[in-house]
């Protein structure tokens, strides 16, 4: 699949790309638009999983003990 993105990507830009430029772009963009760096982090693979948990707590995630 990725070989077919490379071409497909090569016959609209008459350029290489690569797939480094949407991870580089998506992370750009959320940054831009007021998400969290911490948020991106775990978005992006970055953050460990402890933090991950927290962010999720952060966002509303409700306990679902009774």
Known sequence: ?????KDAARQVLNRDFELYEL???FTT???SHG????IVNTLQGRAPPSEYRYSL???GAQ???S
């Not at 699949?1 to 993105?5: G, N």
Request: charged share 40%; proline share 5%.
């Open 1 to 5: 699949m990725r070989r077919e993105i």
């Open 23 to 25: 991870r580089k772009f």
């Open 29 to 31: 963009w959320m940054i």
């Open 35 to 38: 998400v969290p760096e911490s």
């Open 57 to 59: 707590s952060i966002t």
């Open 63 to 65: 306990d679902t003990k």
